[in-house]
Nanobody, 123 residues
């Protein structure tokens, strides 16, 4: 069993930065790939970015390439989402999730989810 807790959300002006954290519990956390998804009001949940269990591979949605990066720190059981050059369209609830499926883009293949953290980007 893996539990995930997101933190770091908040209100930021367009062009600003935020760093989200996803803290995992459980000894098997390091064996899971971690993805970030987001959901804006009235919209479906969408893939943002993901990192393999080893941290050696990363996967990005086209909308965040060049602006967002993901990293993980195994010693702290934590994955970080660094968001730069934020835009109003990045406003959403951001969720981290864990998967051992080998697939990164499909939310249905993630086994565990956090509760989400709100990111609001003002224009």
């Amino acid at each position: 069993q893996v539990q995930l807790v997101e933190s770091g959300g908040g209100l930021v002006q367009a062009g600003g930065s935020l760093r989200l954290s996803c803290a995992g519990s459980g000894r098997t956390f390091s064996r899971y790939a971690i993805g970030w998804f987001r959901q804006a009001p009235g919209r479906e949940r969408e893939f943002v970015i993901a990192i393999s269990w080893s941290g050696g591979s990363t996967y990005y949605a086209d909308s965040v390439k060049g602006r967002f990066t993901i990293s993980r720190e195994h010693a702290k059981n934590t994955v970080y989402l660094q968001m730069n050059s934020l835009k109003p369209e990045d406003t959403a609830v951001y969720y981290c999730a864990a998967t051992a499926s080998g697939s990164y883009y499909n939310a249905e293949l993630y086994h565990y989810w956090g509760q989400g953290t709100q990111v609001t980007v003002s224009s």
